[in-house]
Every structure is written in structure tokens, then in C-alpha cells.
Nanobody
Framework: QVLLEESGGGLVQAGESLRLSCTAS????????MGWFRQAPGKEREFVAA??????????TYSTFVKGRFTVSRDNAKNTMYLQMDSLKPEDTGVYSC?????????????????WGQGTQVSVSS
């Protein structure tokens, strides 16, 4: 059974930082494509960032609204992915979830991911 558990969310003020963690169990994430998504109240789930495994190496990609502020990384020894979020804005508020994609497809389409965590709440006040 593959489980993902997020942690690190909280309430911060605009301009502050948070670091989210996503720890996997039941599967090694070393050669997985993994993504971070978020969902704000009343809005659809949207892509935030991903670590993509192309069969030879990994590379990172970001949505335009977090590029330059967020950094995604992974510690394979700890089977954990991270999302460092700096210069947070009120519009970054939402539930952040991590996911694993085991099949080919667009990394930004949430419905193409197979395993999901429960999510962690991030709230940014102005």
C-alpha cells in the first residue's frame, strides 16, 4: 500500500516562508515523477511544481505563479519530497497535496496522478 503524508502547513503572514514535506511509504520515490498541487476554497485544484523523472534523470518544473518563489526538492534516502515556499502571498492560500505519477502523461494534470496525500493547509494573511 502506497501512502503519502504531507506536513509543514500553517498560518503565516505575507512575505514569510514555509517548508512542506511529503513522505512516502510502501514505494521508493527515487524514479517517480511527483507533483505538488493546491486547491483554494471554491477553486479547482491547480498544479504548483513537480520533480519529473524522464527515465535517465530528474528535473524540476514550476507553475508560472510560483516560479522564483518556490523550490521543489527530494531526499531519496528519506523517501521525502519538499516544497520550500518563500515570499508567500495571500493568493497562495489553499490545501497543498503531493502526488505520485506512475504513468506517462502531462505532469501538470492532476487526474494523471495515481497516489495522493491528504493535504496540508497553508494560510497566508495580508
Amino acid at each position: 500500500q502506497v501512502l503519502l503524508e504531507e506536513s509543514g502547513g500553517g498560518l503565516v503572514q505575507a512575505g514569510e516562508s514555509l517548508r512542506l514535506s511529503c513522505t512516502a511509504s510502501g514505494r521508493s520515490i527515487t524514479h517517480d515523477t511527483m507533483g505538488w498541487f493546491r486547491q483554494a476554497p471554491g477553486k479547482e485544484r491547480e498544479f504548483v511544481a513537480a520533480i519529473i523523472w524522464n527515465g535517465d534523470f530528474t528535473f524540476n518544473t514550476y507553475s508560472t505563479f510560483v516560479k522564483g518563489r518556490f523550490t521543489v526538492s527530494r531526499d531519496n534516502a528519506k523517501n521525502t519530497m519538499y516544497l520550500q515556499m518563500d515570499s508567500l502571498k495571500p493568493e497562495d492560500t489553499g490545501v497543498y497535496s503531493c502526488a505520485i505519477q506512475t504513468r506517462s502523461g502531462s505532469f501538470s494534470e492532476w487526474h494523471l496522478y495515481d497516489y495522493w496525500g491528504q493535504g496540508t493547509q497553508v494560510s497566508v494573511s495580508s
